[in-house]
């Protein structure tokens, strides 16, 4: 907003600054400063009229007849509602990253799509064998190239080190850019190799990053780890071994880990379920403090994830001083989601309260949980009831012979032997290590037992099972349904036509009106409630 400075008027005795119609008049009703607010790339005076303030457009300024001006409002640009300096790091156009939806359900198909559009996108790796993501590796690369504005997902796998550090070596082998690490809870050898990976120095001293980790994270102490250099022990292990030159390991230690974090809120899947006005504000505050105390040349950038299903939560996310956004649930209801036609008809019946928190798969025994969808499904009280029993008892033949049965007959669907035979042909293949340790540890064989029934479950979800749509795990928090309510009865309600590209485009330009909105509010214009609402639409 550019006020009008208090050198003219009838106190100063210089004639006021005013606006002068051209082709069109000033509003003053609420129907045209609505139209007006929603026309966010052009400037906006702000006028004064006989019964307060108005919008205008257009016209021309003088002294001496039209209306008094009041302000200015420059264009308010979607691209330009976070941190420039993210657009020009990453080549995108908007301020706005797809999460990565773990076990393919954030699809190569949705991250070229998006990059396409200048936008950017990460393929949901969680949950997928590391062949499976180097197949998607490869396609994306044929596909993309050398194009910075895509990336993959990179989670924690305390379970399965073996597996997070296979998944991180491929990303380096192929040269994947940008990498999203997400559900850490410390540091491991793989997240610190990629981030140093490829650090060098430029003519000036500067430091420069081949690969870009993105961190997403709900808690201080986590966000500190990736706002601060790499710890001297893991980076000298990694020089040890090979992993890293000697100049990587010097380098990093002058960088943060990450220069992007995601600061994930209510979100579904991982989450603490943290207000995003608690949490964001928290984390800029430390990132000032620590870029203050390591001395950084270049700002880390903070975004904002979890419980953006609408223009409002996006605008609020800028407001509270995002770099970027990222979304995540909601594009589970795109044309390119990874999951099924009979998932998404749930997805979509979906309202703010049907959520809960459920046993995570991937972390099961550690009692970590994932905010998931109830309405219709039933996986959150069966997985629930899974968890309770490995809190109870030592191994699957301490269980109760009629709770055993129960289990059988209600969660499984089969014999406990007979999922304990498919459980150790997928292990197997996928890691060893843990029938090895399932032999010596009874209780760790019942938690990979149970382990397949919440594993599955979102499996199911992706193929469309019909025989298990009761127990679909479809990840999900509050945002969901808010965007469900948002959408209906328009474009991004029809299956066939809500795509992820439609999904930010909507989001973003909703969330540059609703901007525009309250900057005319700060200045006294009266601003209707129809102003503050954007219906989705075709986009380009």
Same mark, same amino acid.
Request: aromatic share 8%; charged share 20%.
């Given at each position: 907003?550019?006020?009008?400075?208090?050198?003219?008027?009838? %106190?100063?005795?210089?004639?006021?600054?005013?606006?002068?119609?051209?082709?069109?008049?000033?509003?003053?009703? !609420?129907?045209?400063?609505?139209?007006?607010?929603?026309?966010?790339?052009?400037?906006?005076?702000?006028?004064?009229?006989?019964?307060?303030?108005?919008?205008?457009?257009?016209?021309?300024?003088?002294?001496?007849?039209?209306?008094?001006?009041? *302000?200015?409002?420059?264009?308010? &640009? !979607?691209?330009?509602?976070?941190?420039?300096?993210?657009?020009?790091?990453?080549?995108?156009?908007?301020? &706005?990253?797809?999460?990565?939806?773990?076990?393919?359900?954030?699809?190569?198909?949705?991250?070229?799509?998006?990059?396409?559009?200048?936008?950017?996108?990460?393929?949901?790796?969680?949950?997928?064998? +590391?062949?499976?993501?180097?197949?998607?590796?490869?396609?994306?690369?044929?596909?993309?190239?050398?194009?910075?504005? @895509?990336?993959?997902?990179?989670?924690?796998?305390?379970?399965?080190?073996?597996?997070?550090?296979?998944?991180?070596?491929?990303?380096?082998?192929?040269?994947?850019?940008?990498?999203?690490?997400?559900?850490?809870?410390?540091?491991?050898?793989?997240?610190?190799?990629?981030?140093?990976?490829?650090?060098?120095? %430029?003519?000036?001293?500067?430091?420069?990053?081949?690969?870009?980790?993105?961190?997403?994270?709900?808690?201080?102490?986590?966000?500190?780890?990736?706002?601060?250099?790499? !710890?001297?022990?893991?980076?000298?292990?990694?020089?040890?071994?090979?992993?890293?030159?000697?100049?990587?390991?010097?380098?990093?230690?002058?960088?943060?880990?990450?220069?992007?974090?995601?600061?994930?809120?209510?979100?579904?899947?991982?989450?603490?379920?943290?207000?995003?006005?608690?949490?964001?504000?928290?984390?800029?505050?430390?990132?000032?403090?620590?870029?203050?105390?390591?001395?950084?040349?270049?700002?880390?950038?903070?975004?904002? $994830?979890?419980?953006? =299903?609408?223009?409002?939560?996006?605008?609020?996310?800028?407001?509270?001083? $995002?770099?970027?956004?990222?979304?995540?649930?909601?594009?589970?209801? $795109?044309?390119?989601?990874?999951?099924?036609?009979?998932?998404?008809?749930?997805?979509?019946?979906?309202?703010?309260?049907?959520?809960?928190?459920?046993?995570?798969?991937?972390?099961? #025994?550690? *009692?970590?949980?994932?905010?998931?969808?109830?309405?219709?499904?039933?996986?959150?009280? /069966?997985?629930?009831?899974?968890?309770?029993?490995?809190?109870?008892?030592?191994?699957?033949?301490?269980?109760?012979?009629?709770?055993?049965?129960?289990?059988?007959?209600?969660?499984?669907?089969?014999?406990?032997? #007979?999922?304990?035979?498919?459980?150790?042909?997928? @292990?197997?293949?996928?890691?060893?290590?843990?029938?090895?340790?399932?032999?010596?540890? +009874?209780?760790? /064989?019942?938690?990979?037992?149970?382990?397949?029934?919440?594993?599955?479950?979102?499996? @199911?979800?992706?193929?469309?099972?019909?025989?298990?749509?009761?127990?679909?795990?479809?990840?999900?928090?509050?945002?969901? =349904?808010?965007?469900?309510? @948002?959408?209906?009865?328009?474009?991004?309600?029809? +299956?066939?036509?809500?795509?992820?590209?439609?999904?930010?485009?909507?989001?973003?330009?909703?969330? $540059?009106?609703?901007?525009?909105?309250?900057?005319?509010?700060?200045?006294?214009? !009266?601003?209707?409630?129809?102003?503050?609402?954007?219906?989705? /639409?075709?986009?380009?």
């Amino acid at each position: 907003m550019t006020l009008v400075p208090q050198t003219s008027g009838p %106190d100063t005795g210089v004639p006021p600054v005013c606006w002068r119609p051209g082709t069109e008049a000033p509003a003053f009703d !609420p129907a045209g400063v609505t139209a007006h607010t929603a026309r966010v790339r052009e400037p906006l005076y702000v006028v004064r009229g006989p019964a307060g303030h108005g919008t205008a457009t257009g016209g021309s300024l003088g002294t001496g007849g039209g209306h008094p001006l009041v *302000g200015l409002l420059p264009p308010v &640009y !979607p691209e330009w509602l976070g941190d420039r300096g993210f657009a020009e790091a990453h080549g995108t156009r908007f301020p &706005y990253v797809a999460g990565e939806m773990a076990g393919g359900i954030a699809t190569t198909r949705m991250v070229t799509a998006l990059a396409g559009a200048r936008l950017l996108g990460f393929f949901g790796a969680a949950g997928l064998s +590391p062949d499976r993501v180097e197949r998607a590796v490869t396609e994306l690369t044929a596909a993309l190239g050398t194009a910075p504005n @895509w990336g993959v997902n990179l989670i924690h796998s305390p379970a399965e080190p073996r597996t997070e550090w296979q998944v991180a070596d491929l990303l380096l082998r192929h040269r994947v850019r940008r990498i999203s690490a997400s559900a850490y809870l410390d540091l491991t050898p793989a997240v610190v190799r990629c981030a140093a990976a490829g650090l060098r120095q %430029d003519a000036d001293g500067r430091v420069v990053r081949d690969t870009h980790v993105f961190a997403k994270v709900s808690r201080r102490e986590v966000a500190e780890k990736f706002m601060s250099p790499a !710890p001297g022990p893991l980076l000298d292990a990694l020089v040890r071994d090979g992993w890293l030159t000697a100049e990587q390991g010097r380098l990093a230690r002058r960088v943060p880990v990450a220069e992007d974090i995601t600061v994930e809120a209510d979100s579904g899947g991982h989450t603490d379920n943290r207000p995003l006005t608690v949490v964001l504000p928290e984390l800029l505050a430390l990132r000032d403090r620590l870029a203050v105390s390591y001395g950084y040349r270049r700002p880390v950038r903070v975004g904002a $994830a979890g419980g953006l =299903g609408t223009p409002a939560a996006v605008a609020a996310a800028f407001a509270l001083g $995002a770099a970027y956004v990222m979304t995540g649930s909601v594009n589970q209801l $795109a044309v390119e989601s990874g999951v099924s036609a009979d998932a998404r008809e749930l997805l979509a019946a979906a309202g703010v309260t049907d959520v809960t928190m459920a046993p995570a798969a991937d972390m099961f #025994e550690q *009692g970590v949980r994932v905010q998931v969808l109830t309405r219709n499904t039933l996986f959150a009280a /069966r997985s629930r009831r899974l968890y309770d029993t490995y809190r109870r008892y030592g191994s699957l033949a301490e269980i109760p012979a009629e709770l055993r049965q129960r289990l059988e007959r209600e969660v499984f669907g089969a014999g406990l032997d #007979e999922i304990w035979a498919d459980t150790e042909r997928f @292990w197997q293949r996928r890691d060893p290590d843990q029938l090895t340790r399932a032999a010596r540890d +009874p209780r760790h /064989r019942m938690a990979l037992v149970f382990r397949w029934y919440v594993g599955n479950a979102s499996r @199911w979800a992706i193929e469309g099972r019909p025989e298990r749509r009761a127990d679909y795990q479809l990840w999900a928090g509050p945002a969901l =349904g808010a965007f469900n309510d @948002w959408a209906r009865g328009s474009v991004l309600a029809d +299956p066939a036509r809500c795509s992820v590209t439609q999904i930010a485009l909507n989001l973003l330009e909703g969330a $540059a009106v609703l901007t525009r909105a309250h900057q005319l509010r700060t200045h006294g214009v !009266p601003v209707p409630d129809a102003a503050l609402t954007f219906r989705p /639409r075709e986009l380009v």
